[in-house]
């Protein structure tokens, strides 16, 4: 069993800088994959960035190569999202997700928990 809690969102402008947290409880978690997905107001949930067990691997959506950084402290329990060069359509609820038996997949049905969702958004 793997329990997630997303933090660091917020309000910021375009241009600007934001660390999302996702702290996971469970003794799974340092095999697990983690997924970072995003939903914005009226549309589907969609994947943002994904990382292995090890940290060695990570996967982006091509909307957020080159500003978004996906991370992990193992020693933590802890995975990051540091989002850089905000732009508003950047603006979703974003939730991270567990995959305690893969790589880190871009879909969503491997990944088992999830977390409540933390709110971002990038004003104009």
């Known amino acids: 069993q793997v329990q997630l809690v997303e933090s660091g969102g917020g309000l910021v402008q375009a241009g600007g800088s934001l660390r999302l947290s996702c702290a996971a409880s469970g003794r799974t978690f340092s095999s697990a994959a983690m997924g970072w997905f995003r939903q914005a107001p009226g549309k589907e949930r969609t994947f943002v960035a994904a990382i292995n067990w090890s940290g060695r691997n990570t996967n982006y959506a091509d909307s957020v190569k080159g500003r978004f950084t996906v991370s992990r402290d193992n020693a933590k329990n802890t995975v990051y999202l540091q989002m850089n060069s905000l732009k508003p359509e950047d603006t979703a609820v974003y939730y991270c997700?567990?995959?305690?038996?893969?790589?880190?997949?871009?879909?969503?049905?491997?990944?088992?928990?999830w977390g409540q969702g933390t709110q971002v958004t990038v004003s104009s």
């Open positions: 997700a567990a995959d305690t038996d893969g790589y880190g997949s871009t879909r969503q049905a491997p990944y088992e928990y």
